[in-house]
């Protein structure tokens, strides 16, 4: 596929609603090891009304901005922020109703800049950033022109990095106050970032 369209996109963010909520226990038990245990909810909730607001879209700049302003202002918590500042971050570096794959890039590459703006996290601090900052590199890397091979190098790129979590201590925020004990488990922000980002992958 050389271009990403509207309806395409819509695709895959529904089809990152079902896989996550077929996970959502999973990411709350992996919360629950060094936090509250309501990951699975915070995620499930916040992406339906990215769902929901990307449906009534037309074109991507737009579309983007609504699904970011409406998820900061419908659904509280850090998870609804950064995936806000996600998309909002994506709504700067896209325009018009059909994306090749430079303009795929600079998208996403504009999602995690604005994300970088509300959490200090790096690479290595256990948290959805370790996902979320290799995917991008990733598909930056990709210099394949078709779309699925660009999202399908991020994919991959998130899931490994979801999977170098679970041997990371803690190392930001409340969750570093729980040492050692966070190790053995993937961080559960890795982890459905990571789901999300390879269910884009696999539904166009
Ligand atoms: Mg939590």
């Known amino acids: 596929m050389t271009t990403l369209t509207v309806e395409t996109f819509k695709a895959m963010l529904r089809n990152a609603l079902t896989n996550i909520k077929a996970r959502e226990d999973e990411f709350s038990q992996l919360d629950a090891v060094i936090g509250d245990g309501d990951h699975g909810q915070a995620i499930v909730t916040a992406l339906s009304v990215i769902v929901a607001t990307a449906e009534k879209g037309t074109e991507f700049k737009t ?3 609504d699904m970011g302003f409406d998820v900061m202002l419908q659904v509280s918590g850090s998870t609804s922020t950064l995936l806000g500042a996600f998309f909002l971050g994506m709504s700067d570096n896209a325009a018009g109703t059909e994306l090749d794959a430079t303009a795929v890039k600079a998208m996403f590459a504009g999602g995690l800049a604005n994300v970088q703006k509300q959490t ?4 290595g601090d256990k948290t959805m950033m370790d996902s979320l900052i290799p995917a991008i ?5 990709c210099t394949s022109e078709d779309v699925k091979e660009v999202l399908t190098a991020g994919a991959v ?3 490994a990095g979801a999977l170098e979590t679970v041997a990371m201590q803690a190392n930001f925020g409340r969750a570093r106050n729980y040492g050692e004990r966070s190790v053995g488990h993937a961080d559960s922000g890795a982890a459905s970032w990571a789901c999300m980002l390879s269910s884009f992958a696999q539904a166009i």
């Open 120 to 123: 200090k996290a790096q690479k």
């Open 157 to 159: 790129a998130a899931e």
């Open 63 to 65: 579309m983007l901005n």
């Open 137 to 141: 590199d990733a598909m930056e890397a």
